[in-house]
């Protein structure tokens, strides 16, 4: 067993005033033994530390130490120091562990939270599952380049500054948002400076502050339909009446009565999630338009855009935007990866201080030294080397994707091309069903998701997301086979009047 340190104070139950002070520590410390709160291993303080803290005399602990010793329960090694044994007097295995306590019962009465405590719902974070097709919202990891990055993280931390280890701004790390404000000006059509961009844990924290400062209990809030749950979680969560605005072929539809009275519209441009469509530049000019005469705000959401395998870029809404409506943001948790929560929104000029004065209550600022580590990142051409690389990865896997599935899923799944992201979406023939398929799918071992799951008062037609860039060609072609034996089971299970995968 790995020994176990408490270099912590040691906290010891009151002595009462008669009971002499070696019959109380020698009492105390076999009972901690005993009741497991000293664990085999377990190192305690120096019986000078102990002295100290308790008031008593430095040979009154050196007895209670020698007697414990003396009876199995401690044990002492030259340079380091007393520790709990670690094979225990065979008489203690026999004492019967007291029951943990359990916490009082609380009255039977609904304990009382707050309204946004009765409405937030849980959502869920990815699960640390083996990769299989077709996981969709996950890069390819095993070609993060690990190694560099902990040469870089080793860098920064062997020259870390006192400045570095107080804090920073709540808006982030300034050389950081420089660098994220370079790199959207040139490569995302955003229009920023340095001032105006927050460094934020992900696109998550992006969604609380916006509703936090935007959004009033009852005010209309409008997204696409299909949606990221994530989003309508967060603005149901602070009381929003949220209204789902169907999409087509040039992305959220103008719906004048869906879209009256809106305070916030939160949109997905330049991939839309699910389904892929990148907004039309007219479209995007009709919702600025809107937006400026109803005097309402949006926000974009920059998902899985860097990531562009065909057609031209198209501007950001906030780089078409004259009048401070649009608020952008983003996220390295893609391209780099999940766990690095960090992320920016750019805000217009005139919310900089309320964003900023918000995020000084909440988060305070996002972690220094990672926002530090990911500066040098970007700066030192380890981001855009990075970027390079894996768009053309992920431009053969979906190459591959769409290949496979023209000649083994023809009449069953239709695929369309797919112009960015990390993951398409296909739509199911024959009257076959997303939630059906996704069980017969995963008893061989592959992973799709209905669009339904992300569909806010249904009137979709039944689909499938798939993810191909965390997956190579060789899964990519074995899931694509694996997907029409499913789709061909449930299809035959329709037909013959059997529900094979409820």
């Known amino acids: 067993m790995a020994k176990q340190s408490t270099a912590f104070s040691l906290v010891l139950p009151a002595r009462e005033a008669k009971t ?24 305690l303080p120096a019986t000078r530390e102990l002295a100290v803290q308790y008031g008593l005399s430095r040979g009154t602990i050196v007895a209670a130490f020698e007697q414990l010793k003396a009876e199995g329960y401690l044990e002492g090694v030259v340079g380091s120091g007393t520790r709990v044994s670690q094979v225990l007097p065979e008489q203690l295995l026999e004492v019967a562990r007291a029951e943990p306590k359990r916490p009082a019962r609380v009255a039977e009465r609904m304990r009382v939270v707050s309204e946004y405590g009765r409405r937030v719902q849980l959502f869920s974070n990815l699960e640390a599952r083996p990769t299989r097709a077709f996981r969709s919202n996950v890069p390819a990891l095993d070609l993060f380049p690990a190694t560099l990055w902990a040469q870089v993280a080793a860098r920064r931390l062997r020259r870390v500054s006192t400045q570095l280890l107080l804090g920073c701004d709540a ?61 309508r979680t967060t603005f149901e969560a602070m009381g929003a009446q949220v209204e789902g605005i169907g999409l087509d072929d040039e992305g959220l539809q103008m719906e004048p009565a869906a879209l009256k009275d809106a305070r916030l519209v939160y949109v997905t441009p330049g991939h839309q999630f699910p389904l892929g469509i990148t907004m039309s530049l007219p479209r995007r000019l009709q919702l600025l338009e809107w937006a400026r005469k109803s005097q309402a705000m949006i926000l ?26 649009v608020l952008f943001t983003g996220s390295f948790s893609k391209v780099l990866f999940p766990s690095l929560r960090l992320g920016y929104l750019v805000l217009p000029p005139d919310l900089v201080e309320v964003f900023s004065a918000t995020i000084s209550v909440t988060s305070r600022h996002a972690p220094v030294l990672e926002q530090a580590v990911l500066c040098d990142f970007i700066a030192e051409g380890h981001f855009g080397r990075h970027l390079r690389r894996m768009r053309a990865i992920y431009a053969e896997r979906v190459s591959v994707l769409l290949e496979s599935a023209r000649s083994e899923l023809a009449g069953l799944l239709e695929i369309s091309d797919v112009e960015a992201g990390l993951q398409t979406a296909g739509w199911l023939r024959s009257g076959l069903e997303g939630r059906a398929v996704r069980a017969a799918a995963a008893r061989r071992n592959v992973d799709v998701v209905p669009l339904s799951e992300y569909s806010y008062g249904g009137g979709i037609p039944e689909g499938l997301q798939l993810g191909f ?34």
């Open 20 to 43: 002499p002070a070696f019959r109380w520590l020698y009492g105390a410390l076999r009972a901690a033994i005993l009741d497991g709160r000293l664990r085999p291993g377990s190192r």
């Open 171 to 231: 808006m982030g790390y300034l050389p950081l948002r420089r660098a994220v404000a370079e790199y959207l000006n040139t490569s995302r059509g955003v229009q920023c400076v340095p001032e105006q961009v927050a460094i934020v844990s992900g696109v998550q924290e992006a969604l609380d502050l916006t509703a936090r400062v935007l959004v009033n209990a009852g005010d209309r809030v409008c997204m696409e339909n299909p949606g990221y749950t994530g989003a």
């Open 300 to 325: 974009e959401d920059d998902y899985d855009s860097e990531y562009r395998y065909s057609g031209r870029p198209v501007p950001a809404l906030q780089g078409l935007d004259r009048h401070g409506l």
């Open 469 to 502: 860039a965390a997956i190579d060609l060789r899964e990519i072609r074995r899931g694509v086979r694996a997907l029409r034996m499913a789709l061909e089971e449930e299809l035959r299970a329709r037909r013959s009047g059997k529900r094979l995968s409820r």
